[in-house]
């Protein structure tokens, strides 16, 4: 596989050295053996992935640097609610139930029925 020689080797052997997160680690590792001349074969072998994900690693990295080895699965949660409104949401639920909710301790249906009363959410 080709590598765009956007870092030396060595930088990229520090970098795996130095990083925390295995996942990153091994991406950093794919890098490193497809600069080093493996194939995607036994460069899949060597850190556990499928080939078809180490070439997609490579293909990254070439296309948009160590930002590309970034772990980018799925998105990131964001809250339908201003945080204004999580902040009184929290008050509400702090302050327990009152006798309009008609319970004495504030369940996940109940949290859910506010929601959409107090915020139509």
């Known amino acids: 596989m080709e590598v765009e020689p956007r870092l030396s080797l060595d930088e990229l052997k520090r ?7 295995a996942g990153q680690a091994k991406r950093l590792r794919t890098v ?5 001349g493996w ?5 899949a072998m060597a850190v556990g992935l499928s080939r078809r994900v180490c070439q997609q690693w490579v293909y990254r990295f070439n296309a948009q640097g160590l930002a ?12 339908p609610l201003t945080s204004e409104q999580e902040a009184e949401i929290r008050r509400r639920l702090d302050a327990g139930p ?3 909710d008609g319970v004495c ?4 249906v109940d ?6 009363q107090e915020f139509g959410v």
């Open 15 to 21: 970098l795996e050295r130095g990083e925390k997160d």
């Open 32 to 36: 490193i053996l497809a600069m080093e």
């Open 39 to 43: 194939t995607a074969p036994p460069i």
């Open 68 to 79: 590309g080895l970034d772990d980018q699965r799925g998105r990131r949660p964001t809250s």
């Open 98 to 100: 009152t006798a309009e």
């Open 105 to 108: 301790s504030l369940r996940g």
């Open 111 to 116: 949290v859910r029925r506010l929601l959409k």
